[in-house]
């Protein structure tokens, strides 16, 4: 008994030992590339998550080599109110592959394709980039690792990464932002000093990010917060934080001086170009579209015109936030694990597969009960000053996301503008979080019990989750008018669809 208890012992080991290597992480991008590939390549354009939006005002921006627009472009009314809009510099940035790739070729197709690729590569980046993130917190790499492959077998990360969307770059921007911050504060922690270097970078960085996505907002006031927390705890006092501010400034060349406050200069410059702007003129930070230009004009504007209507048409619903929490918690989950085509088929909706959405759906609650247990002692034993970055950013930023929602369905008397697609930033850090969690449960128990718990979990997102979730849920009216196109994905269907469990009910989990 005892020998076979060791047997098994050393093979998870082994197992473990296999999925903390770098190489298995590779293995985890090369099945993310593959995933978001596929959909880049076979799903028609345009896409649901707004992606003709984004084509469009890539190609207003490619008008002009400066991204300010002094008035709305003729024409342009179908994208909002342009010249307000603070999520712009995603669209002002790749107008320029844009013009390269129109300079060789007029065919839509072909550009849709090579800007879906260089989205897919911004998507990458992100992820090489939250591996180090993740590892921050003094997480093994088994479990970095892990927590990215259950990651990227969530069905909305390769169908947001295969299409032209400005969350594709907000990933890698954001990551990037955490190891910035996790690098000053470490800094300030470990060496009871302030970096201004680090710091000025660290507020460029934050600066360029609101201008790709204002939901970052609230990201940037979290981050700003922790750290000022950290320098009240690592500072007696101003004069020792003073003293620590001017010896950096003095280990700081003039040349990087000189950068630093070039870069400074640009980045307050084009913030404050929009937001101090907009709080000025509209008070407010993100105006509304009927704020810049007419009723009529914004009418042209998709999502507006939704709104517009709904408020105009009141269904006289209670307005209780539990009510909205319920829709809200719904929605998030549905529209992860949920596969959608775009306006050609008037958004074309198809639910969960069954493995996917029962383990998506137990394991939270689960994960809560076990965190009521163990939580304590994860802050004990990793970083605990990470894990309480990523809280704060998540429960900043999920806020945020709930109360914007939240006025919206006052306004409406509906639950609009839900996507599981605004968590994808911060769904690495809570799966981690929940791995550190179970990893704690399991510590004093055997590795075949926490690796088999782990097992569970990856095969039942393999099966059904991913981009199986598009192939077998989408028809031939979402793909590319291409007849390999059209076959493969019929083959794959015919020959993996019978296998995997709720196939044959597209609809199931849609109210």
């Not at 592959?97 to 911004?122: C, D, E, G, K, W």
């Not at 922690?189 to 710091?199: L, N």
Request: net charge positive; glycine share 4%.
């Amino acid at each position: 008994m005892t020998v076979m208890k060791n047997k098994k012992q050393t093979f998870s080991r082994r197992v473990i030992a296999v999925i903390a290597n770098p190489k298995f992480f590779w293995g985890v991008m090369a099945l993310f590339v593959f995933q978001a590939m596929w959909i880049a390549l076979t799903a028609r354009y345009p896409m649901a998550f707004d992606e003709d939006f984004h084509l469009g005002v890539i190609r207003v921006y490619a008008q002009q080599l400066s991204p300010f627009l002094s008035n709305q472009p003729p024409g342009s009314e179908t994208f909002g109110a342009l010249t307000s809009d603070p999520s712009y510099f995603y669209h002002y940035v790749m107008s320029f592959p844009y013009r390269l790739i129109s300079h060789f070729t007029a065919n839509q197709t072909t550009q849709v394709l090579l800007l879906r690729m260089i989205n897919i590569t911004f998507f990458s980046v992100g992820l090489i980039l939250f591996r180090k993130v993740l590892l921050a917190t003094g997480a093994s790499r088994a479990l970095a690792h892990a927590s990215l492959l259950i990651f990227v077998l969530f069905p909305i990360v390769p169908l947001v990464a295969g299409q032209i969307n400005y969350d594709n770059v907000l990933l890698p921007l954001f990551a990037g932002t955490l190891l910035l911050t996790i690098r000053v504060s470490n800094q300030l922690t470990r060496h009871k000093q302030i970096s201004i270097a680090d710091s000025i970078w660290l507020v460029v960085l934050m600066l360029m990010v609101s201008i790709v996505k204002y939901a970052f907002l609230p990201i940037l006031l979290a981050i700003s917060l922790y750290l000022i927390i950290v320098c009240f705890k690592t500072f007696p006092n101003w004069k020792t934080f003073s003293v620590s501010l001017r010896k950096s400034y003095r280990n700081t060349s003039k040349k990087a001086g000189w950068l630093l406050i070039s870069c400074l200069i640009v980045a307050s410059s084009l913030f404050a170009q929009r937001y101090v702007v907009n709080i000025a003129r509209y008070h407010t930070p993100v105006p509304d579209c009927s704020q810049v230009l007419t009723i009529e004009q914004c009418s042209n504007y998709g999502p507006w015109a939704r709104d517009y209507n709904h408020s105009q048409n009141k269904l006289s619903v209670s307005h209780s936030p539990f009510n909205y929490a319920g829709e809200w918690f719904y929605g998030m989950w549905l529209r992860t694990f949920f596969s959608v085509d775009g306006p050609s088929s008037l958004f074309q909706t198809r639910g969960p597969l069954l493995l996917p959405a029962i383990i998506s759906i137990a394991l939270p609650l689960l994960t809560v009960v076990a965190a009521l247990f163990s939580l304590e002692s994860v802050f004990r034993r990793y970083n605990a000053s990470v894990l309480w970055l990523f809280f704060l950013i998540s429960a900043f930023y999920i806020a945020a996301l709930w109360l914007n929602g939240y006025k919206s369905f006052i306004e409406t008397d509906r639950p609009v503008a839900i996507n599981g697609r605004y968590l994808l930033i911060v769904y690495p850090l809570i799966i981690l979080i929940a791995g550190l969690v179970y990893s704690e449960i399991f510590r004093r128990r055997s590795e075949a019990l926490k690796l088999g718990f782990a097992t569970v979990i990856v095969i039942c997102l393999i099966w059904g989750g991913g981009v199986l979730t598009y192939i077998l849920r989408s028809n031939e009216t979402w793909y590319w008018p291409n007849s390999t196109v059209v076959n493969v994905n019929k083959t794959l269907q015919r020959n993996i669809g019978p296998f995997v469990p709720g196939y044959n009910q597209p609809t199931q989990f849609l109210r």
